[in-house]
């Protein structure tokens, strides 16, 4: 997403200890691997840049008509 690196760094600039994850260093894969090894219990904050859908007519998934 454009933009979505610098919003991660700005983000991570405001929270002591924070470790950003951008780019070819994470992917849904990883996610589901740290997730399943327990890792992510250690953070008291997930931040995701994701792109997303909202009143798209005919629309079939998701809360939005």
Do not use: C, M, N, W
Not at 6 to 26: D, F, N, Q, R, W
Not at 37 to 60: I, K, N
Request: negative net charge; glycine residues 12%.
């Amino acid at each position: 997403l454009p933009g979505a690196s610098s919003e991660v760094e700005a983000i991570a600039a405001l929270l002591p200890g924070a470790e950003a994850l951008t780019g070819p260093a994470v992917s849904e894969a990883q996610l589901k691997a740290l997730s399943d090894a327990g890792a992510l219990s250690r953070y008291r904050v997930l931040h995701f840049a994701t792109h997303g859908l909202t009143g798209t007519a005919g629309a079939t998934y998701g809360p939005f008509p």
